[in-house]
Nanobody, 125 residues
Framework: QVQLVESGGGLVQAGGSQRLSCAAS????????MAWFRQTPGKEREFVAA????????YYADSMKGRFTISRDVAKNTVYLQMRSLKPEDTAVYSC??????????????????WGQGTQVTVSS
């Protein structure tokens, strides 16, 4: 069973950058789809970005394109989310998710089987 552990959250000023990491353990991620979601209190989880582990094809929510970059390091079994030009409205708990199916609907959190514990990102104005 895959286990996910996020890190890299914290407090950052508006306009700054932050890189989140999601370390996977338990098995190889071949044919997995990995994704980042974010959530603020009282709201549904919001899709941020996804990457197919094999091949590295990436997908982004329209509102994240250009500011956020998802990538993976196969040797380290880790997925990253590089965030730039951060805004206060980017403040959220960011969670890493994994699905063993490449047919997983990108933005549907219910189709992802495995979740990390989440990491808080707070952007101050």
């Amino acid at each position: 069973q895959v286990q996910l552990v996020e890190s890299g959250g914290g407090l950052v000023q508006a306009g700054g950058s932050q890189r989140l990491s999601c370390a996977a353990s338990g098995r190889t991620l071949n044919n997995y789809r990995m994704a980042w979601f974010r959530q603020t209190p009282g709201k549904e989880r919001e899709f941020v970005a996804a990457i197919n582990w094999s091949g590295g094809i990436t997908y982004y929510a329209d509102s994240m394109k250009g500011r956020f970059t998802i990538s993976r390091d196969v040797a380290k079994n880790t997925v990253y989310l590089q965030m730039r030009s951060l805004k206060p409205e980017d403040t959220a708990v960011y969670s890493c998710a994994a699905s063993p199916r490449l047919t997983t609907t990108l933005g549907n959190p219910r189709e992802y089987d495995i979740w990390g514990q989440g990491t808080q990102v707070t952007v101050s104005s």
